[in-house]
């Protein structure tokens, strides 16, 4: 679904940031991947390249086959930190305005909108606008709104880092159970290691700046849920890549 191979990024300037470094990653069909980096580590610039809203200056990154960056970004679906909901327009409205977009046929995507808010937790709040929701529900319609577009791969940048915990564990349990309504794989960016545990086959860890790959783990699972002990193997050995990679970037800063 997506191939990221050999990927570089730096930002120019007088003083060039280097945001990321050979990077390769895969993400299979009815797959759910994880990224987990430290503040800085380049995480959301990794996904506006695979969008192409930023051009690598390495390496190749192709999604279903397709290297194209506007190919791409018509196959992939981003959903942000901030839900963004429009605070004039109500529940099915805010859902349904990515396909509307898309597609400008408003009745359609509207219908489509109201037809998922059962399987969203929504329903019964069609006419509800933004600031009547719980900070849980506006993600449920930012969620179901880039769901909405039935694009395979589906990028999270975050989307539950401004919940309380309690909230933020309900949402990642739905949201292992719901992803699969509109696309086919998913790759999720955090800095929250169990998130990323609990959510994911598979996990990658990124170095602090410039982003590496400093370790790929699988997530075994029963049932469709990992056991308490493979749990907290698995966060010491996330921590110990992070520890690792923080090591690396300060031997070579003092080099």
Known sequence: ????????????????????????LQVAADEFVSIVGPSGSGKSTLFNLVVGVETADAGRIAVKGETDAAKRRLLTSYMFQKDLLLPWRNVVDNAA??????????SEARRRARALLPRFGLEGFEHHHPAELSGGMRQRVALL??????????????????????????????????????????????????????????????????????????VPRREGEVEPLALARLEAEVM????????????????
């Not at 699969?180 to 790759?187: D, I, P, Q, V």
């Not at 110990?240 to 080099?255: N, P």
């Open 145 to 218: 709104r880039t769901l909405l577009l039935g694009r395979p791969l589906l990028l999270l940048d975050e989307p539950f880092a401004s919940l309380d915990a309690l909230t933020r564990r309900e949402l990642q349990e739905w949201l292992r159970a719901t992803w699969r309504s509109g696309s086919e794989a998913a790759l999720l960016v955090t800095h929250d290691v169990r998130e990323a545990i609990v959510l994911s086959d598979r996990v990658y860890v990124l170095s602090p700046r410039p982003g590496r790959i400093v370790a790929e783990l699988g």
């Open 1 to 24: 679904m997506l191939e990221v191979a050999g990927v570089a990024k730096t930002f120019g300037g007088r003083r060039p940031v280097e945001a990321l470094r050979d990077i390769s």
């Open 97 to 106: 305005l990515g396909l509307e977009v898309a597609t400008g046929g408003r």
């Open 240 to 255: 110990a890549a992070l520890g690792s990679g923080s090591a690396a970037r300060a031997r070579a800063e003092r080099a």
